[in-house]
Structure formats: structure tokens, C-alpha cells
């Protein structure tokens, strides 16, 4: 697996978070080193081999904020200010790939779904 893995350094890593899903779920799987775990929290879809999982031990969990916001409103106000306290506090810094005028709209879209963008994409007014 070492030699397929689409991490930057190029090394496996222990956990990744999938917000794409579909053509990108298998190179997600095979950037995993033996034990991890991949999260889908995205509704792009995709399928999964068993054999992907059971050759390398590694696992898949689904995350759905909606899910625990409708059934724990409490839990999710709770984690919803902790974030952006954190965030207030400077612990969390978002990656921006970049940032475009809103008249700039459509390059920012076509970096989107090019999928050549690593963090967020910001329009400005």
C-alpha cells in the first residue's frame, strides 16, 4: 500500500475524512495504513471492496451532523459553541486554497470541481 497512497508526503496515514465520496473513495482507502479508518461524511456515494478493508484491517464510519442535530440537539449546540470558541481562540485554522471576487464566481466553481483546490475556497463581495 505504501506505493499507492495519494497523501502528500506520500506516507499512509491513520484516518481520513472523506467529504467527496464517489470516484475518490478507493484512492481514500488505499491512502490508509493498515488500521485505519476512513469517514464518510458526504452523500457523493461510492463503493467499498470488503477485501480493501479486510487485507489491510482498516474501516469505514459514516458521520451525518443532521443525524445527531435532530436526534441530540443538545449535543450538537454543545460541540457548535466549543467550535467556535476555538475557533475565537485561534485553536482552529481553517485552509483556504484560495480566494476570489464574487465577479470570479465561476473560476472558484471550476477549481471546486476540478477537485484542485486543498481547503476552502472563499468568494469576497
Known amino acids: 500500500m505504501r506505493g499507492t497512497t495519494t497523501t502528500a508526503g506520500g506516507e499512509p496515514v491513520d484516518c481520513v475524512l ?33 477485501y480493501d478493508l479486510l487485507v ?26 466549543e467550535l467556535w470558541r476555538l475557533f475565537a481562540e485561534g485553536a482552529l485554522k481553517p485552509v483556504v486554497h484560495g480566494e476570489f471576487a464574487l465577479q470570479d464566481a465561476a473560476a472558484a466553481h471550476e477549481a471546486i470541481t476540478a477537485r484542485a483546490n486543498l481547503g476552502k475556497v472563499v468568494l469576497r463581495p
Not at 24 to 47: D, E, K, Q
Not at 61 to 75: D, K
Open 56 to 81: 489491510g484491517a482498516k474501516s469505514v464510519i459514516g458521520f451525518q451532523m443532521a443525524l445527531i442535530a435532530r436526534g441530540r440537539p443538545e449535543l450538537s449546540e454543545r460541540w457548535r459553541k
Open 18 to 50: 472523506d467529504a467527496v465520496g464517489g470516484d475518490l473513495l478507493t484512492p481514500a482507502l488505499a491512502a490508509l495504513a493498515p488500521h485505519g479508518r476512513l469517514v464518510a461524511y458526504s452523500s457523493g456515494g461510492g463503493t467499498i471492496r470488503a
